[in-house]
């Protein structure tokens, strides 16, 4: 099913998917790294996004 970009909140808001341009855009910019930053981090911890913000706090 396809990514409704109407509708945010839920799910959205605790996982992130680096394939989605403006995801990616949105939380590098909410975590302070650039996009490539962030992807390793994704591939680090996966796409929880607490488990991300932790990561990238941590190195």
Request: glycine content about 8%; overall charge positive.
């Amino acid at each position: 099913m396809a990514d409704d970009k109407s509708k945010s909140g839920g799910q959205d808001r605790t996982r992130i998917n680096v394939n989605q341009e403006f995801e990616l855009r949105d939380w590098s910019k909410k975590f302070g790294v650039t996009p490539d930053k962030l992807k390793e981090a994704v591939k680090a911890v996966g796409t929880s996004a607490a488990d991300v913000e932790k990561h990238l706090k941590g190195s």
